[in-house]
Every structure is written in C-alpha cells, then in structure tokens.
C-alpha cells in the first residue's frame, strides 16, 4: 500500500467495519489513507494514525424502528444491534450470540439495552438470528423489500442495513469525486455481497479466489485468495506497471 501510494495510486479502505476496528488494523500496518465504514455510512481520514470522522450518513430514527419493526414481523426470533459514529447497542440477547471476531468486540463490552435507538444516529442496523444462518436470512429479508434501508450482507453471521442508497459504491463515488478521479480509474476488490455496488460501479472490477460465486460471476479478474495475499501481488502489478523501464533511465 505504501509503494502504491509513492506511485500516485489512492489506496482507500472500503469495509462494513466499525471505525474503532478500521482504527486497530490501521495501526497495525500504518494505514494512514481515507477508509470507508460501515459499509458506506461512514468516512474516516487516518492521516494522523487515528480515525477522524470525515462523513456519516445516518438512518432516520422512523426508518430504523420501521424496519426492526417489520423484521420483526418477517422473521421471528431475530435480534438487533445498532451502530453508531462512536457507540454500538446491542439487545441482550443480540450480544449473546456474539465473539470477539463478529464486531473485534467482547459481549461484555458492548453496550446492552433492549432499546436500541439511541440519541447517536444509526448508521448502521445489524441483526441475526440464533437459528437461521445470515446468509438465508440475507435472502429471506431481501424477497421482502423493507423499505428505508439499504439491505446488504458482508459474510459476517448477521445481516447489515444502511441508509437507502448509501453503500460502499455512493461513498467511493463521492471520495473520488474529491479527488478528481472517475470510476474509469478506479479498481475495486471485495468478495461478498456488500461489494456487489462497488464492484459495478468501478471501472475496473476484481475479486479473490475465496470469495462468493456470486462475485466470481461478475467480475473482471479472479485474484488469487486473502491466504495467498491476492490484493497484495495486484497492488505491486499496478506498481511495477508506474516504474520506468530500463531504456527510459
């Protein structure tokens, strides 16, 4: 990432994760670009090392009881949790279904309330179910069209929803936009459902040998898998194709 960015390449996080666990792996590979969370409701700038909150787009808080509301209705027995720019809430019964590795938070340390909707904006509504796994309940909550959220799934065990609109693809545009770039220029990876916009929105689409077949199928390239450091080998490709050539020194 850093020999792209030496070369003039914008190298720009865009994940489902929440700002203290873009923070964490930031720091652990001294990421210091612009990252996109919580799959597009958020924009942090790590130019100092921490994540300064750039943008956020939140549900309505009508929205967000609307559509737990009616999953509810669709889905007995699903549970919620709801993030914020700074704050996560969780139902009891949410927490209790949770690792450390679904949100890089132990049960114990989120915040519990069988209310949550909180007076922080909603960027982000998450939630699952103790019987059903997220993948079918991503689909089952699909056919149903709840309106006023943007419904997507990261591969995690829950479902996400945002504001409607917002993705990973409207907050991409938007940076690029800022920096001048069209969607021409940009290359985009990710591999599970919550990339679907990005990937038809950038110019040039790209996925990893580990991702869903549904991504494979819409792709551009098939780089090889995380374990075999797919986006690495791309980043130094786009690096060795910037430096000059022998018979240009």
Not at 136 to 151: F, H, M, N
Not at 167 to 177: G, H, V, W
């Amino acid at each position: 990432m850093a020999s792209a960015h030496q070369m003039g390449i914008e190298v720009v996080w865009a994940t489902a994760r929440a700002r203290h666990s873009i923070h964490d792996l930031a720091a652990s590979c001294g990421f210091t670009g612009r990252a996109i969370g919580a799959n597009g409701a958020v924009v942090l700038d790590l130019a100092d090392g921490t994540p300064v909150i750039a943008a956020t787009t939140a549900i309505g808080p009508a929205s967000v009881a609307h559509a737990i509301d009616r999953l509810r209705g669709i889905v007995p027995g699903i549970v919620f949790a709801t993030v914020g720019p700074t704050r996560f809430v969780a139902e009891p019964e949410y927490a209790a279904l949770c690792e450390f590795a679904d949100h890089h938070r132990h049960p114990h340390e989120m915040e519990i309330s069988s209310a949550v909707l909180t007076a922080e904006p909603t960027v982000k509504i998450v939630a699952r179910h103790p019987a059903v796994p997220s993948v079918e309940l991503y689909r089952t909550v699909l056919r149903a069209s709840v309106g006023g959220v943007e419904l997507t799934h990261s591969g995690a065990p829950y479902i996400e929803m945002s504001a409607a609109g917002v993705s990973k693809a409207s907050a991409l545009a938007q940076l690029c936009n800022e920096y001048g770039i069209g969607p021409e220029s940009v290359a985009a990876v990710g591999d599970a459902f919550n990339d679907l916009p990005m990937l038809e929105w950038a110019g040039t689409a790209l996925t990893t040998n580990n991702a869903l077949d549904e991504i494979k199928a819409v792709v551009d390239r098939v780089l090889n898998s995380n374990d075999d450091d797919g986006v690495a080998e791309y980043l130094e490709e786009l690096v060795r194709a910037r430096l000059p050539r022998a018979d240009e020194l």
